[in-house]
């Protein structure tokens, strides 16, 4: 303007700088407050991304541990088969074809040469049990985690239909089982807290984890103990088929109850291998989901506490364009109320002293227009 003092485009309008400012308050606590579902939602993204990344990256790691430490051996033993059966064809003058059919022959023998009664009641049983804990799983040919395969189109149908209820009946059972084992491991542990007359006497899941996974480590060795003593194993071999079996991976290579008629014979054996089996899996699984549950509530710690820390600044935000809201929000009312009674009472003679420079000594900007009229209106009450 000619005086030297900018009109500020509120004054304008008739509104006071204070009316637009604390509506942009409000406009940008709304867009802080809409941003916080989208901002959730971008690191939930990230997260599953980064968890895709490290598990591909997991895969490919143990592709590479493993084919070093296996290819050579794989090597190895296929030159020393393939000169022996060599040797095999040299001896008898056999061909090619039947020397195939021989093997074949053989593998087809192997599931019924462990047990006279392989599909009686315990070993029906047995198999049940491996087929809805999904501890079996296809092996090498035909033979497969306790050689029992259905061979009939109508076994075949059943154990598909038998599996659909029997696994999620398993998996329900082993959760409810794994909650009790907690509550009673937090029992105890609280009690010997009080006990020693800690101060905190809470029971954390770290707490339980640690304690889930040494019990877990004790049934694994005692377990890898009793079938190194009936399968004649070395005690490595045993606590690896302990693992295999408890984690319900299930390969195949290494099978208990298939030596002398031992699902006949041996009762014994056979009850404690799936009494091991079903408190192993509980144990197992119950420190497992311990691991996977801790993870998801540090997940939602981490998204809980970032949704604090949006709503601060929310808050915050609303605080810095004067702190003049409250929680039903009567203040900013009475605010717009006064600012928009002083734009209506602004004059035109008002508007032309708003524009004049400031004097000097006084603390008005130069572009504060409502500091200039403010002191316009307070000389006019002077005068007066």
């Known amino acids: 303007t000619p005086g030297g003092c900018p009109v500020h485009w509120s004054v304008a309008l008739g509104k006071s700088p204070a009316h637009f400012k604390h509506r942009l308050s409000i406009r940008s606590a709304a867009a802080t407050a809409a941003a916080v579902p989208q901002a959730k939602m971008r690191r939930q993204n990230i997260r599953t991304l980064a968890l895709i990344v490290v598990t591909f990256t997991y895969l490919l790691v143990g592709a590479v541990i493993f084919d070093v430490i296996e290819s050579g051996h794989e090597i190895e033993a296929r030159q020393i088969y393939l000169e022996e059966e060599q040797h095999w064809k040299t001896l008898f003058n056999i061909s090619d074809e039947i020397f195939e059919n021989i093997t074949d022959l053989v593998l087809k023998m192997k599931p019924y040469k ?10 029906a049983f047995y198999f049940s049990t491996t087929l809805i804990t999904t501890i079996g799983s296809p092996c ?39 909650e009790r084992l907690n509550a009673l491991i937090t029992f105890i ?37 009793l079938f190194s003593h009936y399968e004649s194993w070395n005690y490595l071999d045993s606590v690896y088929y302990c693992f295999i079996t408890l984690t319900t991976v299930g390969f195949g290579d290494m099978v208990a109850l298939q030596k002398n008629d031992q699902l006949k014979n041996r009762p014994d054996y056979v009850l404690f291998s799936l009494v091991f089996i079903m408190a192993g899996l509980t144990v197992v699984s119950s420190a497992m989901n311990l691991m996977v549950l801790r993870f998801l509530t540090m997940n939602t710690e981490d998204v809980r506490r970032e949704e604090l820390e949006q709503a601060a600044a929310a808050r915050e935000a ?46 008005c900007l ?16 002077q005068r007066q």
């Open 140 to 178: 090498n040919h035909t033979t497969c985690y306790g050689h029992s395969t259905p061979k009939t189109r109508t076994g075949k149908v059943v154990c598909m239909l038998y599996s659909l209820v029997g696994i999620p009946l398993c998996i329900v059972m082993f959760q409810s089982i794994g």
């Open 189 to 225: 542990l609280r009690s010997l807290k009080r006990l020693f007359r800690c101060k905190n006497t809470d029971v954390s899941q770290t707490n339980l984890i640690v304690v889930s996974i040494n019990i877990g480590t004790l049934v694994l060795a005692a377990g890898a103990a």
């Open 366 to 381: 130069a572009s504060d227009c409502w500091c200039c009229l403010r002191r316009y209106r307070q000389s006019r009450l």
């Open 114 to 123: 462990a047990s006279s009664e392989q599909w009686k009641f315990y070993g």
């Open 318 to 363: 609303i605080r810095l364009e004067g702190d003049v809201i409250n929680a039903n929000g009567s203040v900013l009312l009475a605010m717009q109320a006064r600012t928009d009674a002083e734009s209506a009472a602004t004059t035109p003679e008002e508007l032309e002293a708003a524009s004049k420079p400031a004097p000097a000594g006084s603390d």
